[in-house]
């Protein structure tokens, strides 16, 4: 399990949000409370958007609390829209083509949670995704394959429906290959200008997801950023939010989506 | 604060110790129990006697949960002494010389505690270690430059009183400074044939000390490395511990060390 | 391309051969003289058989000539069997998974050379691979799959012909994509016990391979770690060499191996 | 040996001279065509200044030719002044403390050169160093702790007189313990409005330096990044060289920075 945040409104700097907050990002790289795991130290990443239309992305194999880079690149970056994410590995290696966010032409994706039995079904899926987006795998895990197997679904048209079929896509490879343990799946996409928030879960269990909205903005997160729950909302097991800059965030609960998480 | 371990007998894998154990030194890397932290992942060492005279030594940066050098080194190197470290820095960076053990012709050397206020004595503490040590001064450490000072007092030869002095001069460059925070100093040091280990504080407070003895050998750790306490032994605040190998371990409470720690 | 070296004789400390002498594999991490590139400087590894059936690899992605952890393990381990490889990258990404040797089982496995086009038959060399072996795959490159795919074909039984029919397999492979870059393999394979050395390519260019015998053992190398070329002999384009200890090793020449490089 | 390269001027995104040119500084990491060594794998940095008075800094431990996030970041951040370094150490450790730039408060240093038998008279210098300064001390570096005394020696104020005191004051150093190897100093110094370049070495034979002038700014370098001579001029041996935004910049050639030079 990992922890995460995203950030899309009035440009801020970085560590406003990633390293400076009594229970930032950094500090739930070491102590996570609402997560399986209290450490989060197999690697970390940011992505921004800044003056190009593709984001920025910088990520590294050691644990966030240690990395001066970081600190000293999220006090540097001011952005309107970024991602940031600290990695809990279940079972893939640490390198840096494993870390979140992943990042193809203007979309950032970021995904905390895991495909129960992935090794039995990593090459099948893998076999679905097109051969120009398969060039671009770099590394070897499975978020990395979700995100470009929606991106082939038409992600970048249609975030829910398209994350809806891989999703679909993923459980039937899973039931095909008898596995049984759970396919959770909380994550975020961003092209710079909407972000998308996805809390669903085979077994109902998906990973915790927070949000806050003020004038300036939307912060989204694994856990409040702030150490106490003033001011954040759930989003609901099953939910997906979608967020536009300069417009309120709108949480969708059931439908199709609800009988995928259900 | 960190985590250790060593091991002094018959020859034996140092995966039996380090890696296998149900609270391991590899799981107290991220799992500690009696630590000031819990996790220890600001880079690990070991170091064994193999068959040269000077001990051979492994440390890297990452966490030692993730490091599948370290688990493949352990399944292979089978010695009759040897050390394993988790680290958690107390501020210096994570850098491969700040790990522990620290090696110097035949001896090791690793330490869990620190300097109250280090960095306002690095230099004066510095200034006393001869030229000829310094030249292998690698890190930036208060434990390296302990070593290297205690060397310089005849640590060789003297394994306790060299340590005293020398423990003695740091909290007089404390003093002196009119530092506040404490002098904690649990440490081991062997040259293959004996192992010392001290548990020493200025508060009355040094770091957690176990050892365990059988027909094969003895074992130091930080904390119980089965997860019960059944079998080991407290090595008293205060006191240091000797071992030869073939001989039971003689803990020295009281005396000039212990008037040194009250 | 990579450079490497090979032993298999009488016990000896890996740093005689990989780190001592004047063009050591160290030294040609840096100066490489008979290589397309002059620096390997993308990672390294070494593997060597000790008191297990298994071997003992260490891997990692700094330059090898700046790397005190290889330079001490070196010193300290003595086996009458090992391997030892510098990297320079053709692609794919710096990491450990992605150095070789590789292992499985008792097998060790390096390569020099590369698959033309290997992004265009990635997959589908990939999918040759079977279950139990591709879930043993742990990095990106086309050298690992190789070696999977070879051990599929029965490497362990018959080095020389399982790696023919992989050889021809990822030449059919290439030729269906219409990739005309060159398939090159010069790479070694050992179970600690019997070596075997190829050198083919399918443009009539593989990279350079030496070796020289004593009474001691065998060493092979890409290029001479002595800077001279006393002593060595060329293994010739298109053909294996077969070394087992305490017999003399055979060079084959031609026959299904030669059509294979021609 | 290093190499390295400064930007001052109209605003441009760094990759316009770090990586896209033929010769680009990530080039010159494999290939440098000028220096005692023709590989600079030993760690890398990036220092700009951005909407913050303190300068970003990026540096770490891989080769700059292998390393994504210098891509990465080289391709996001467009800066009025920037600098960037390849590392070829001459003893030092690989550590990102050890790399360059170095900053401190608006400043930011950067050196290609050396001390000679800087191990014997490394803690005489760090002696000079006032405890303030020495506190920001990170690494092990001559050129860090060169830059620490510098500023305790006004380099705020007066950038060629507190480095000619402080030049003269190692070069003592050296006389006084009979060193007879060089001083070698080409090195940087920026605060984001004015530039600084030092070429000075006491055996007439300092590491080599350029400049280029354009109405869009000025770019210094350790050799030309577009592989060809036209449009760069030399800074002299012995001399300095000044830049202000909207200035010519100044050489200044002899005088007492040539007496110290001869």
């Known amino acids: 399990m990992c922890r995460f945040l995203a950030y899309l409104g009035e440009p801020v700097f970085l560590n406003e949000l990633v390293c400076a907050p009594t229970h930032s990002l950094v500090h739930q790289s070491l102590h996570a409370t ?14 921004w958007y800044g003056e190009r239309q593709e984001p920025g992305v910088y990520r590294d194999v050691c644990p966030a609390w240690s990395d ?17 994410h600290v990695r809990a ?21 970021m995904h905390n949670g895991q495909i129960g039995g992935y090794h039995r079904i990593k090459r099948g899926l893998e076999a679905l995704i097109p051969d120009d987006l398969y060039d ?32 679909a896509t993923v459980r039937d490879l899973m039931q095909a290959a008898k596995i049984t343990e759970p396919l959770r799946f909380t994550a975020l996409l ?28 939307i912060v989204v997160v694994s856990e409040p950023i702030d150490g106490c729950r003033e001011g954040w909302q ?28 259900a």
């Open 34 to 47: 609402e997560a399986k795991t209290e450490t989060n130290g197999d690697g970390f990443g940011i992505g």
């Open 68 to 84: 001066e880079n970081l600190v000293n690149l999220c006090s540097q970056v001011r952005a309107s829209a970024f991602f940031g």
């Open 89 to 109: 590995s279940t079972g893939t290696a640490t390198t840096r083509a494993n870390c979140h966010p992943f990042a193809h032409g203007r979309h950032l994706f």
């Open 136 to 167: 671009h795998r770099r590394g070897t895990t499975d978020s990395e394959a979700i995100f470009l197997l929606a991106l082939a679904n038409g992600l970048a048209e249609d975030p829910i429906g398209a994350m809806e079929t891989t999703f």
């Open 190 to 217: 961003t092209d710079g200008v909407t972000l998308t928030a996805y809390r669903w879960a085979c077994d109902g269990r998906p990973p915790s997801l927070y949000f806050r909205e003020s004038e300036a903005g």
């Open 234 to 261: 759930v989003v609901p097991k099953g939910a997906t939010l979608q967020a536009t800059r300069g417009h309120p965030a709108i949480v969708r609960k059931g439908g199709d989506v609800c009988r995928i998480a």
